[in-house]
């Protein structure tokens, strides 16, 4: 069951979804099926500090994002 991030393109809300089978996804601020699927990204932690390198996490490489410790 994937995970996915959607942009509503009626009222711009950004959320993500568990989308099973051939379930078509609404917005869950208007409820417009109207959406755009975006990019996403895999993240996982490790019990490891270390594991990033330079305080900068994988996933924005910026280390501004919050999913950065």
Do not use: I
Not at 35 to 61: I, P, V
């Amino acid at each position: 069951m994937p995970l996915f991030d959607f942009v509503c393109r009626a009222c711009g809300a950004e959320f993500e979804l568990l989308v099973r089978g051939s379930e078509k996804p609404a917005c869950p601020r208007c409820q417009s099926t109207d959406l755009a699927k975006q990019m996403s990204t895999f993240s996982a932690r490790t019990g490891s500090a270390a594991g990033s390198g330079g305080g900068k996490c994988a996933g924005c490489r910026g280390g501004s994002c919050g999913t950065c410790h």
